[in-house]
């Protein structure tokens, strides 16, 4: 995590789930996985994300269910902390800071109070040389704890999880790294190296990729680059190990993993399949083909119900014991390169770039979840190096998401390039897309821009493509000449050029009214309602790179980049260059609900951002060095809910979140300090999911019950006086379990001072009690003297007590004047009417 003030930049949705082994917990009612800078909680029936884990701030390296309680995790990650969580309720228990960074952790029942880490053998997290280094937990009640009891174990050994792990009882731990493999007995404290040559005698790489240790034998299985599995035994005596040899991959075993009785052996590499070995009985194999992906991590469920299997394309699949697909958790698919840029559905508010190959993913970012894939080229993928096949390039849609273009592209070798464009149809029925017109060669080259007129609702939409020979084309939808069966189609309305240039780019104003099209280092400004060229813009030597129309208040601005290293501001209705700077930009992008633009400039090996608007020379935020390497991919999306943000320096990310790909395929954000302690504290509450099953008994005595409570709820409200708003303790008293609180002792003092009243407060109702008590005693006393004064009046006869009864009640003034007038003596007339 970058910090800049106010402004953090995070990974937020479609982290990579992959990147570590998952875990299964000990009932396989949850999965937990890795997932950038926290480690995220799935239910396996459901595939929902249940708690998210927030607290690191760097990459999770490794998740490791607890051994002596099965209610808490282990998460270990690159800023030197290993934090322990209670994952059923999503509460951080204690940090351990390790004060290096962490690759990898590892931890055995037999081994009380301690794990094992694998960090750097130097300070440098950069190091290439790693070590395996015990840490003792030290005995405090405290949440963050410093690890200073730290002993190395093994040196030299593999930053990679797979390659390490405990064998039967922990009574050993073994490494694999390169063409080494080590075991280290800890009753010995003493380690045994193998060694195997760099090839066999057919030529296959006996480097070792993985290991697995049996539970209750003493077995070590290693996987290797060239396919194969050794069965090593023995290997307590260094002279006299031995090792079986079972083939079937003939790509590279990615992961290992035993079953917890020990009776099979899964194994699984780049051939999208997982293999079943009988243990003791080789020859006997079960397979689950077709899992769409390179697998690169297998691992069981403690009972040994669950299989799961991690797979290149960021996806988890949980399989049953009887090799059988139950579910699948799918994550953004975070591929080689991303060839269409960053795009958000306006309907759906999701994130669209290229998923699997020939496919478009939608990805939710509010949910951090895979809408679902658009297959785009229609075609069966051929998984063979070299093989030239079609890809998805380019993606647009129009503003209200009824429309979807598409470009695909195969470049076939010594040929020309095949390209096709094709347009998409938003289905009400089935709220996806469907294939509408295909233009086969819409160009005679490569398509370099594409884009929607942003026009207003019942204006015909209209697409502009923009090609390298030499002529931008407008795309539009005709009213008519369509016939019933088949709908309208999309056709050529216009052809342009410009003095036998080739556009490189293409932006529709605001209002749909102008179309930019750069020529090399001329800007064109046509009319799309005639057609008509309206003015040309030049600039200093070199092309044109971006173009980017201002918004709202700023309409009348056009921002274009150079080759040049210049960010240009025209005036449109002057006609001329407004401003101009010098900057490298990579990334040039407007923000649709502001007049913010965003510009990623590269220098010096790292990117740095600035947020400005064309009509001020000042930027609204500047951020340095927000990630390594160049960024060419981002996007605003609209936020559900507007943040309230009063740093001006973090005000252009209240309406919109910016995200951007880095070199390394991370999607990362901007988030502000609030923003994400707002977050962090809402992921410590407890969330009580009481909802009942809709049965027959539920909808007969449910709802009556629930009125009732309702009904006596209400009553009660009336009825009693308002109660002070709980403090602090007792929301932590309530809502943390009893097994992560400190002693009783601690919070005693916290509890009971919240209980009592305060001084002011106690004096006030006092003496206002006193002063209610006193005029209730002056009422009784001269209630007393009317009655001794006055005789008793005789009997009324009926009719007056059914009129009496039948008097309408008194008013609030009424009854405070009927007080006042018995206050009153009334002895003069009593002695009047006796005499």
């Known amino acids: 995590m970058v910090e800049h003030g106010d402004i953090r930049v995070v990974h937020r949705g479609g982290s990579k789930i992959n990147s570590r082994e998952p875990v299964v917990t000990n009932d396989s009612r949850f999965l937990l996985?890795?997932?950038?800078?926290?480690?995220?909680?799935?239910?396996?029936?459901?595939?929902?994300?249940?708690?998210?884990?927030?607290?690191?701030?760097?990459?999770?390296?490794?998740?490791?269910?607890?051994?002596?309680?099965?209610?808490?995790?282990?998460?270990?990650?690159?800023?030197?902390?290993?934090?322990?969580?209670?994952?059923?309720?999503?509460?951080?228990?204690?940090?351990?800071?390790?004060?290096?960074?962490?690759?990898?952790?590892?931890?055995?029942?037999?081994?009380?109070?301690?794990?094992?880490?694998?960090?750097?053998?130097?300070?440098?997290?950069?190091?290439?040389?790693?070590?395996?280094?015990?840490?003792?937990?030290?005995?405090?009640?405290?949440?963050?704890?410093?690890?200073?009891?730290?002993?190395?174990?093994?040196?030299?050994?593999?930053?990679?999880?797979?390659?390490?792990?405990?064998?039967?009882?922990?009574?050993?731990?073994?490494?694999?790294?390169?063409?080494?493999?080590?075991?280290?007995?800890?009753?010995?404290?003493?380690?045994?190296?193998?060694?195997?040559?760099?090839?066999?005698?057919?030529?296959?790489?006996?480097?070792?990729?993985?290991?697995?240790?049996?539970?209750?034998?003493?077995?070590?299985?290693?996987?290797h680059e060239d396919g194969k599995i050794r069965l090593w035994r023995n290997f307590n005596h260094k002279k006299e190990y031995t090792y079986t040899t079972l083939h079937w991959h003939h790509n590279a075993v990615s992961s290992l993993r035993f079953t917890p009785e020990g009776t099979n052996l899964l194994s699984g590499g780049l051939e999208s399949v997982l293999v079943q070995w009988r243990y003791n009985q080789e020859s006997e194999r079960d397979f689950l083909p077709r899992l769409g992906s390179a697998i690169t991590h297998i691992a069981v469920s403690p009972d040994g119900t669950l299989f799961c299997t991690s797979h290149s394309d960021n996806k988890i699949t949980i399989i049953q014991s009887c090799v059988k697909v139950s579910a699948v958790i799918q994550g953004l698919v975070n591929g080689e390169s991303v060839r269409t840029d960053l795009m958000v559905d306006p309907r759906s508010k999701s994130l669209v770039l290229n998923g699997k190959p020939g496919h478009l993913q939608f990805y939710?970012?509010?949910?951090?979840?895979?809408?679902?894939?658009?297959?785009?080229?229609?075609?069966?993928?051929?998984?063979?190096?070299?093989?030239?096949?079609?890809?998805?390039?380019?993606?647009?849609?129009?503003?209200?998401?009824?429309?979807?273009?598409?470009?695909?592209?195969?470049?076939?070798?010594?040929?020309?390039?095949?390209?096709?464009?094709?347009?998409?149809?938003?289905?009400?029925?089935?709220?996806?897309?469907?294939?509408?017109?295909?233009?086969?060669?819409?160009?005679?080259?490569?398509?370099?821009?594409?884009?929607?007129?942003?026009?207003?609702?019942?204006?015909?939409?209209?697409?502009?493509?923009?090609?390298?020979?030499?002529h931008f084309k407008a795309w539009q939808l005709p009213r008519s000449a369509c016939t019933e069966d088949e709908g309208p189609s999309w056709s050529c309305d216009f052809v342009g050029d410009y003095r036998g240039l080739a556009p490189q780019c293409c932006c529709f104003s605001a209002d749909g009214s102008l179309l930019a099209v750069s020529f090399q280092e001329v800007v064109t400004v046509w009319s799309p309602a005639s057609w008509e060229l309206l003015t040309t813009l030049s600039q200093p030597p070199k092309a044109i790179r971006d173009l980017c129309f201002g918004r709202l208040g700023c309409s009348k601005y056009l921002m274009g980049t150079t080759a040049s290293n210049l960010l240009c501001c025209w005036n449109l209705l002057t006609c001329s260059l407004e401003w101009s700077t010098s900057m490298d930009v990579s990334l040039l992008?407007?923000?649709?609900?502001?007049?913010?633009?965003?510009?990623?400039?590269?220098?010096?090996?790292?990117?740095?951002?600035?947020?400005?608007?064309?009509?001020?020379?000042?930027?609204?935020?500047?951020?340095?060095?927000?990630?390594?390497?160049?960024?060419?991919?981002?996007?605003?999306?609209?936020?559900?809910?507007?943040?309230?943000?009063?740093?001006?320096?973090?005000?252009?990310?209240?309406?919109?979140?910016?995200?951007?790909?880095?070199?390394?395929?991370?999607?990362?954000?901007?988030?502000?300090?609030?923003?994400?302690?707002?977050?962090?504290?809402?992921?410590?509450?407890?969330?009580?999911?009481?909802?009942?099953?809709?049965?027959?008994?539920?909808?007969?005595?449910?709802?009556?019950?629930?009125?009732?409570?309702?009904?006596?709820?209400?009553?009660?409200?009336?009825?009693?006086?308002?109660?002070?708003?709980?403090?602090?303790?007792?929301?932590?008293?309530?809502?943390?379990?009893?097994?992560?609180l400190p002693s009783t002792s601690v919070l005693c003092s916290m509890f009971v001072e919240s209980l009592l009243v305060s001084v002011a407060d106690g004096s006030e109702e006092s003496k206002h009690a006193e002063e209610e008590m006193e005029s209730e005693k002056e009422e009784e006393d001269s209630e007393g003297e009317m009655e001794s004064r006055t005789p008793r009046p005789e009997p009324a006869s009926p009719g007056l007590q059914s009129a009496e009864s039948a008097a309408p009640a008194l008013t609030k003034a009424q009854l405070k004047e009927l007080r006042r007038v018995k206050k009153l003596d009334h002895g003069w007339l009593a002695d009047l009417l006796l005499s």
């Open 33 to 223: 996985c890795a997932s950038g800078e926290r480690v995220k909680v799935f239910s396996t029936s459901t595939e929902e994300c249940v708690h998210d884990l927030r607290g690191h701030t760097d990459l999770v390296t490794g998740v490791l269910l607890r051994p002596t309680n099965h209610l808490q995790v282990y998460s270990c990650s690159v800023d030197g902390t290993v934090r322990l969580w209670d994952f059923t309720d999503g509460i951080l228990i204690k940090t351990y800071d390790i004060g290096y960074p962490v690759y990898a952790i590892y931890a055995s029942a037999n081994h009380e109070g301690v794990f094992f880490i694998v960090t750097p053998t130097q300070s440098d997290n950069r190091s290439e040389l790693f070590q395996l280094v015990a840490v003792h937990l030290p005995q405090s009640g405290d949440q963050l704890v410093e690890a200073q009891e730290l002993s190395a174990v093994l040196s030299n050994v593999s930053s990679n999880p797979a390659a390490t792990g405990f064998g039967r009882g922990g009574e050993y731990i073994a490494s694999a790294k390169g063409l080494h493999l080590e075991v280290y007995f800890f009753k010995k404290q003493k380690s045994y190296r193998f060694s195997l040559k760099e090839d066999n005698k057919k030529g296959g790489k006996n480097t070792l990729m993985c290991i697995a240790c049996h539970p209750k034998d003493d077995c070590i299985a290693t996987g």
């Open 364 to 470: 939710s970012l509010q949910r951090d979840k895979l809408l679902y894939n658009l297959d785009i080229v229609q075609q069966e993928y051929i998984h063979e190096l070299g093989l030239q096949q079609f890809e998805v390039v380019k993606v647009a849609f129009d503003a209200p998401g009824n429309w979807m273009a598409t470009v695909e592209e195969r470049k076939p070798k010594a040929a020309e390039p095949e390209i096709n464009l094709k347009l998409w149809a938003f289905d009400e029925q089935t709220q996806s897309f469907v294939l509408n017109t295909t233009v086969s060669a819409p160009h005679e080259a490569q398509i370099t821009s594409m884009c929607f007129s942003q026009a207003a609702d019942g204006q015909t939409s209209m697409l502009v493509s923009a090609s390298e020979d030499g």
């Open 589 to 740: 992008l407007s923000d649709p609900l502001t007049e913010n633009m965003a510009a990623f400039c590269c220098q010096a090996e790292s990117t740095d951002l600035f947020v400005f608007k064309p009509s001020e020379p000042r930027p609204v935020a500047s951020l340095k060095a927000v990630c390594s390497g160049k960024v060419t991919r981002a996007v605003f999306a609209p936020r559900e809910e507007m943040l309230e943000s009063c740093e001006e320096s973090s005000q252009w990310l209240n309406r919109s979140q910016l995200y951007f790909l880095t070199q390394h395929m991370d999607l990362m954000t901007f988030t502000t300090k609030a923003e994400e302690d707002r977050l962090a504290a809402s992921s410590k509450q407890l969330f009580i999911d009481d909802s009942v099953a809709m049965t027959p008994f539920y909808l007969l005595l449910g709802k009556h019950r629930k009125q009732e409570n309702q009904d006596s709820l209400t009553r009660l409200s009336a009825e009693l006086m308002p109660l002070p708003r709980g403090s602090l303790a007792i929301k932590e008293l309530l809502q943390s379990p009893a097994h992560v």
